[in-house]
């Protein structure tokens, strides 16, 4: 096919002079680039890019709803999108996942990372023998039971749930969804495995996909500060850090978390890993800004280590300036319950906040809390989410592990 070749889909048409992101393999087409998209078109559905002049640049599927109108699949003019590509582009990245060296031997990994894997809207992770789902676009939406099918088919897994229920469906005029989609359904707890240790899920009612897979390399390198100390892991969630951190010899760990669910499920898991909550943890219930702020005022905290893993707190652009209050705030308060000598590990899943102005906010929270800080190691998402060259967007996770000096 020729570039002014015109093929059986449709053909949205961009604006003059905004073609260079679709030539650069960036796979999101906003609203304000597009001159014109045809009637005939529905959305969902697989159209062509041209350019103002009418030449091809790429392929994708549509959604008029959404600010992003076009997300993109292929540059190739002669790949049409259909069975043969889905199975493809599935097939290599479980390829990828086959050979990565950090997931060997782990139960719980993520299968499908959505535009880092060239599959917009479409995220699967694997937890056991079980297959978790978010179709986060209208076109993934339309095809997600042939992609389920499909999945079951490649990965042998028992039954795909689907969790499609994040607030970004919105945006695409899709209401939150969950289920099971394709095989069978799951128990109400399953058993996935990392580096050893063993975790219960719950896969239809735990926070996102069930287990945050993103974080696996982290707890690694946490854990080896956590020696002989007593470590605070706040938003502790179901206790990944936790155990990471006792097994690698912490004298003590406080989960702290604002859901008595996570937190139970944080105590079975330290027994099913045969450590004592009784003597070797603590589980607290309440709201980490709250907490961390009653314990400095009243002196009282007694941590060598302190882990701060909060949820996204920018949800969009507008939101950003308080994520990085939040963001100062908490780091400000853990930064002066930590003696010197401590050992600060804290994060930002929020993708508007980059990597360089959260170390700005680290740094101000420093000098706010009056403490001298130095930066160790500067820590980013698991290998199994990895980010593609051409959609610098998808290194959302980024974080530092920093000492008191003084």
Known sequence: MSRHQVSDYPAVRLKAGREKPVRQQHPWIFSGAIAAIPAEAADGAIVDVCDAHGAFLARGYLNRRS?????????????PIDAAFWRRRVQAALDLRAVLPEVQGCTALRLINAEND????????RLGDFLVMQAGTLAIDQRKQELASLLLGLTGCR?????????VRKLEGLSAQSGVLAGASPPAQVEVVEDGLIFAVDLLHGQKTGFYGDQRANRRRVAAYCAGRRV???FSYTGAFALHALRSGATHVTNLDSSLDALTLAEANLRRNG?????QAENIVGDVFQVLRDWDAAGAADFDVIILDPPKFAQNQAAVERALRGYKEINRLALR???PGGVLATF?????????LFQKVIFGAAVDANRAVQVLETLRQSADHPVALTFPEGEYLKGL???VAT
């Open 67 to 79: 600010q992003i109108q076009v997300r993109l699949l292929t540059w190739d003019a002669a790949e």
């Open 118 to 125: 060239f599959l917009p809207g479409l995220t699967v992770d």
């Open 159 to 167: 039954g795909v749930i689907e969790r499609s229920d994040m607030a």
């Open 232 to 234: 605070l892991n706040a």
């Open 275 to 279: 450590f004592d909550p009784d003597r």
């Open 337 to 339: 319950l930590l003696p």
């Open 348 to 356: 930002s899943c929020s993708g508007l906040v980059s990597a360089d």
């Open 401 to 403: 592990i920093v000492r």
